[in-house]
């Protein structure tokens, strides 16, 4: 079996990354996700990195999946958490070390940029997902995530 590569996206990619974001948004969540919004919030990344990044995992040069890391500064420790998101394997490559590499991936560079910690949030129900991050010695933290949307700007 040809060895797996973990490389950063590159916009030519957008097109996996469109469609793996809508099938995770849809698995995790049932949530139909628009693919105009989705494909300018990607484009978004590439066209300003201090936004994040994404890498690909990828054997043979056949993409298997990706993730997208975001920056969050912390002011109690002087530094940034790396935040795993939009994480997707596909399913004929889970269970086979995909994602262990990319998040493997992440925690090199993440040392290597002197980030202070790498958090992600994971849906409650997703038991699977959990085991799997704590298998790779992540904690659950005693956080609860809350969220709203922004309010609608007025218009003059």
């Known amino acids: 079996m040809s060895p797996l590569l973990i490389r950063p996206a590159v916009i030519a990619d957008l097109p996996d990354l469109l469609a793996w974001n809508v099938a995770m948004a849809w698995e995790t969540e049932r949530k139909r996700l628009d693919p105009a919004v989705l494909e300018r919030g990607i484009a978004g990344v590439f066209e300003q990195p201090r936004r994040g990044f994404y890498l690909m995992a990828e054997r043979a040069g056949v993409p298997l999946g990706s993730l997208l890391v975001t920056y969050e500064w912390s002011d109690w420790r002087a530094g940034d ?37 790498i958090r992600l949030y994971v849906e409650t129900e997703n038991r699977r997902a959990q085991s799997t991050y704590a ?3 992540m904690q659950r933290c005693h956080y609860w995530m809350y969220e709203s949307e922004a309010p609608a700007s007025a218009v003059d």
């Open 135 to 137: 298998d790779l010695g």
């Open 81 to 117: 958490f790396w935040w795993i998101q939009s994480v997707y394997v596909d399913p004929a490559a889970r269970r086979a070390g995909v994602f262990r590499a990319l998040h493997g991936e992440v925690g090199r560079r993440a040392a290597a940029a002197g980030a202070v910690g």
